[in-house]
């Protein structure tokens, strides 16, 4: 291969596109959990994989920070994901609410959720 092969090369390879994150936009993410904690390790790296997905995460500790939260809401859609005690509290709450596309519970006792 001649020099002038091997910097064609290196000027096609740099021109190929990276593939870029796709973000999620007009969406919001509530997460409700009353044990939430930025400094906990676990947290924090759940709420940095969240944050690459979805533009706007916002985090709440109890239900009413919740439903201010969605009352505030004028075009996006919003998903809101809570522990099993505060969805017992939370789903009753919200129904009505047209932004709010989906509640997903996370909690070990699955059978106390199934409708």
Same mark, same amino acid.
């Given at each position: 291969?001649?020099?002038?092969? *091997?910097?064609?090369? +290196?000027? =096609?390879? *740099?021109?190929?596109?990276?593939?870029?994150?796709?973000? +999620?936009?007009?969406?919001?993410?509530?997460?409700?959990? =009353?044990?939430?904690? /930025? =400094? %906990?390790? %676990?947290?924090?790296?759940?709420? =940095?994989?969240?944050?690459?997905?979805?533009?706007?995460?916002?985090?709440?500790? /109890?239900?009413?920070?919740?439903? /201010? +939260?969605?009352?505030?809401?004028?075009? /996006?859609?919003?998903?809101? #994901?809570? &522990?099993? &005690?505060?969805?017992?509290?939370?789903?009753?709450?919200?129904?009505?609410?047209?932004?709010? %596309? +989906? #509640?997903?519970?996370?909690?070990?006792?699955? &059978?106390?959720?199934?409708?």
């Amino acid at each position: 291969m001649s020099g002038s092969d *091997s910097n064609q090369n +290196a000027a =096609a390879s *740099s021109n190929i596109r990276q593939p870029r994150q796709r973000m +999620a936009q007009n969406y919001l993410l509530i997460w409700v959990d =009353a044990s939430i904690d /930025e =400094a %906990d390790e %676990d947290c924090h790296n759940t709420l =940095a994989q969240l944050k690459n997905v979805i533009n706007d995460v916002n985090l709440c500790t /109890e239900s009413d920070q919740c439903i /201010e +939260a969605l009352n505030k809401v004028d075009k /996006e859609h919003v998903f809101v #994901i809570t &522990s099993g &005690s505060l969805g017992q509290h939370l789903v009753p709450k919200t129904h009505g609410i047209s932004q709010l %596309d +989906a #509640i997903y519970i996370f909690c070990g006792n699955k &059978s106390s959720h199934d409708g």
